[in-house]
């Protein structure tokens, strides 16, 4: 079978019709079946994930559960040849497709998946393990919301000099890629003005760079961290990190970088997601919010 498109530019409809290539000793339909069919075992990935996320509503399924043989021609699935076997499913594209669940584990199946878009559905729980791995190595792309990708919903991350008045700043980032931006500036009315007040600013941080940093925090063991490093010198900088993961805080503080190098390895990252965000334009309040209570009129 395969998927066809019937006068589209008049009717816009789309009909699943018989393949008519046909292979030496057989049927013009068993040809077709053995020269598109994907392995087995994707074939109950793409199964599974129809029969997880709600497939029978979704805003478009045509051709899903067709026969063997079809999966290429699936709505959205993009298959590619494979040396020496069958074609090899390479894509999904499924943003804004009304899923609804959980991605489930057989979607691991799929070894040779490219890119995998998922963005704007109703889905929950994460993406399985192994393709937010190979994610993560970078030959899988993947459009998704970041608590499909991570259990960490929250990133506060403050540096603040303790013997200068107008150097701390304050950036939060959260599960829903927004970001805040504080920021303690001088009034300098006059030269021996003292005034400070804080500048905020607020984003959309790009599309998972907020997971990206989540995994770089579990690369690099900050749940198992203490929650002081302290080194006995003076005027130096107070570096202090809050992350939420499962509705839990971990806090760390680190004063005059006596922390290990994967902590700061953590703060060289969130400082450069900070730098390269594209910030919306600022306004003001008389005094930035703190760890302890923030306004509650303000994001925070």
């Known amino acids: 079978m395969r998927c066809k498109r019937k006068n589209a530019i008049a009717l816009g409809l789309m009909i699943c019709l018989p393949a008519i290539a ?4 057989q049927s013009p339909s068993n040809a077709s079946s053995s020269a598109n069919a994907i392995s087995a075992g994707e074939r109950q990935a793409l199964v599974a994930l129809y029969e997880a996320t709600d497939g029978s509503h979704w805003k478009n399924n045509r051709c899903w559960m067709g026969p063997p043989g079809t999966e290429c021609d699936w709505y959205e699935v993009s298959c590619g040849p494979r040396t020496g076997g069958p074609p090899t499913v390479i894509g999904l594209e499924l943003s804004a497709n009304h899923l609804h669940g959980r991605i489930p584990e057989a979607i691991g199946q799929l070894n040779n998946l490219e890119w995998l878009s998922l963005y704007g559905n109703e889905l929950s729980g994460r993406i399985p393990e192994p393709l937010i791995r190979r994610w993560l190595a970078g030959p899988l792309w993947i459009s998704a919301e970041s608590p499909l990708l991570t259990d960490v919903t929250e990133i506060d991350f403050e540096a603040a000099a303790s013997a200068l008045l107008c150097e701390k700043h304050r950036v939060i980032f959260r599960s829903d890629d927004t970001a805040v931006l504080y920021t303690v500036r001088c009034r300098n009315a006059s030269p021996k003005d003292r005034t400070t007040f804080c500048e905020v600013k607020t984003a959309k941080i790009g599309q998972g760079a907020f997971a990206r940093l989540a995994h770089l925090l579990e690369k690099n063991g900050y749940f198992a961290l203490q929650p002081e490093y302290w080194r006995n010198i003076t005027d130096s900088s ?6 939420t993961r499962n509705g839990k805080e971990y806090a760390v503080v680190d004063y005059a970088g006596a922390g290990p190098f994967e ?19 600022a306004s003001t309040l008389p005094k ?7 306004p509650a009129s303000l994001p925070h």
């Open 288 to 294: 930035c919010p703190s760890w302890e209570k923030p």
């Open 22 to 25: 046909v292979v030496r000793g």
């Open 238 to 243: 107070f570096l202090s990190t809050r992350v």
């Open 263 to 281: 902590l700061w390895t953590i703060h060289e990252a969130i400082e450069g997601v900070t730098a390269s965000i594209e910030w919306d334009a």
